[in-house]
């Protein structure tokens, strides 16, 4: 049983899109996807959707709708996955999982998130969804209050660490501005990050609105091939590993200043991989609030518990230091469409090592780490990607 490969992808701009929903985002991007990858939809075998929804929109039965985007998809077999912000790596998993088997040889995998069209008040509402609503509903700020506690407890451990989580946000906007597909193409200094004003006021706890990724429109998609068919396409891209671990969804249940669940999850990608993290070229990471990405740099071994921001103090992770995360601007700059988060990661990294990555191009790239979770860090999707052809 071999894994898959990534043989194709499309990415729609993040923002605030003109597409009425999801079905019209699909659709943007199923059919580019096909061509990119050199095959045609009567190949594919299964469609594998992932979108988040939980009341951004009252059509569901999501998986059905790439079929109503594009008719000649509409009888093959589709499914709709769900895993919180990491829906989309979800539903990659799934298509891997779905060829590995023998079921077939070519997956369609698309993730999509309409949210600008819903109130801002609404938005916060339906993102609580992704927490346990029996202890934390009641957080102020929405889901941004959970990461709000999660930065309060990590300073109260550890000690103010604002000035660190204001420079992951200066370094991920900068990134972004060479990234087409990103929602806030827009620099920001590290003084203005680490600033409360009337244009970065506080949103929950610590952290400011440059601490906190962008609620957006899009869609991403990738095809995937088993690995003898895609002998006979223009390009492939491995996975040298994945791993998915999963935490306790209740945050009383756990020590919220560590992201255990992740760091189980990239350890076992480094096992299966025979790889540490210093043979890493790239990290595409989830930074849906710097806080997350300061962890992350723990849980992935590149500092010690309470040490993350040591990692973006000392440029470590600058696109010219050791680790490169998230040279695509990253969630915070990139956008945050729930369903379609975690395909498009695994297309910046297929981009950076087919050396398709324009502006966010990391010289050199050979493997690359793409780290989604579901959550706050409780579904965690680690994966080594590396180039075959």
């Known amino acids: 049983m071999r894994d898959p490969y990534i043989v194709g992808w499309a990415h729609s701009a993040f923002g605030r899109s003109e597409a009425a929903d999801t079905e019209a985002l699909m659709a943007e991007v199923t059919g580019p996807a096909l061509e990119h990858a050199g095959v045609t939809p009567e190949d594919v075998d299964g469609i594998f959707v992932g979108v988040f929804n939980n009341g951004f929109s009252d059509?569901?039965?999501?998986?059905?709708?790439?079929?109503?985007?594009?008719?000649?998809?509409?009888?093959?077999?589709?499914?709709?996955?769900?895993?919180?912000?990491?829906?989309?790596?979800?539903?990659?998993h799934g298509a891997m999982d779905f060829i590995a088997s023998g079921r077939g040889k070519i997956a369609l995998v698309v993730g999509a998130e309409k949210m600008t069209a819903t109130p801002g008040a609404e938005v916060g509402e339906i993102l609580l969804g992704a927490s346990y609503r029996k202890e934390e509903s009641g957080v102020g700020g929405g889901f941004a209050g959970l990461f709000g506690n999660i930065a309060a407890s990590y300073f109260q451990k550890y000690g103010d660490r604002s000035?660190?989580?204001?420079?992951?946000?200066?370094?991920?906007?900068?990134?972004?501005?060479?990234?087409?597909?990103?929602?806030?193409?827009?620099?920001?200094?590290?003084?203005?990050?680490?600033?409360?004003?009337?244009?970065?006021?506080?949103?929950?706890?610590?952290?400011?609105?440059?601490?906190?990724?962008?609620?957006?429109?899009?869609?991403?998609?990738?095809?995937?091939?088993?690995?003898?068919?895609?002998?006979?396409?223009?390009?492939?891209?491995?996975?040298?590993?994945?791993?998915?671990?999963?935490?306790?969804?209740?945050?009383?249940?756990?020590?919220?200043?560590?992201?255990?669940?992740?760091?189980?999850?990239?350890?076992?990608?480094?096992?299966?991989?025979?790889?540490?993290?210093?043979?890493?070229?790239?990290?595409?990471?989830?930074?849906?609030?710097?806080?997350?990405?300061?962890?992350?740099?723990?849980?992935m071994g590149l500092a010690a518990p309470g040490q993350g921001g040591r990692a973006i103090r000392e440029g470590w992770t600058a696109k010219d230091g050791r680790l490169p995360v998230n040279p695509s601007g990253g969630l915070k700059s990139k956008g945050h469409p729930i369903g379609a988060t975690g395909v498009s990661m695994h297309i910046m990294a297929a981009m950076q090592l087919m050396g398709e990555a324009g502006d966010m191009q990391i010289s050199g790239a050979r493997l690359a780490g793409v780290f989604n979770m579901g959550g706050a860090a409780v579904a965690n999707y680690a994966s080594i990607l590396e180039r075959v052809s």
């Open 59 to 92: 059509q569901d039965f999501q998986g059905a709708l790439v079929g109503v985007g594009d008719e000649r998809l509409s009888r093959v077999p589709a499914t709709r996955y769900e895993n919180a912000c990491a829906t989309g790596s979800a539903a990659l």
């Open 163 to 299: 000035e660190e989580l204001a420079m992951i946000a200066s370094k991920n906007h900068g990134n972004g501005m060479g990234n087409p597909f990103a929602h806030m193409r827009r620099n920001f200094d590290v003084a203005f990050c680490n600033t409360v004003s009337e244009k970065n006021p506080h949103v929950a706890g610590p952290l400011r609105r440059t601490d906190c990724s962008l609620v957006s429109d899009g869609a991403a998609a990738i095809v995937l091939a088993a690995p003898e068919v895609a002998a006979d396409l223009e390009r492939a891209i491995a996975f040298r590993a994945r791993a998915h671990a999963n935490e306790p969804l209740a945050l009383s249940r756990r020590d919220v200043t560590r992201f255990d669940g992740a760091r189980r999850a990239w350890e076992s990608a480094y096992e299966a991989a025979g790889i540490t993290v210093g043979d890493l070229s790239l990290v595409e990471t989830h930074d849906c609030f710097t806080i997350a990405e300061l962890l992350e740099y723990e849980a």
